[in-house]
């Protein structure tokens, strides 16, 4: 059986927003170490990416630019994404922004 959460709603029936968590002061390594490598994730792979298929040695060269640029796009779609289910991310609490 699945159970529905119930939703408060306002006076007008619209449902209401949840209270946001006060930010914390202090230092917060995990959540630093998180953003840091997740940031230097996507730079590594989404900078290799852009290398290999724009630059002029590229064996891609031969293809129109436009799949060029899907395929780097692609790629930093796909750090990003992969990025953000990982561990690190979770210890953040979610909240990384690589890309």
């Not at 946001?20 to 997740?38: K, L």
């Not at 590229?58 to 790629?75: D, I, K």
Request: net charge positive.
């Amino acid at each position: 059986m699945i159970r529905r959460r119930r939703v408060e709603r306002r006076s007008d029936g619209s449902p209401a927003a949840r209270p946001e968590t006060p930010a914390q002061s202090g230092v917060h390594p995990a959540e630093w170490s998180a953003e840091f490598v997740g940031t230097l994730a996507v730079l590594l792979v989404g900078l290799s990416a852009v290398c290999f298929d724009l630059g002029p040695a590229s064996p891609l060269r031969g293809l129109p630019t436009s799949p060029r640029l899907l395929l780097t796009g692609l790629v930093f779609a796909a750090t990003g994404s992969l990025f953000a289910l990982t561990p690190p991310v979770a210890a953040a609490g979610r909240t990384s922004t690589p890309s």
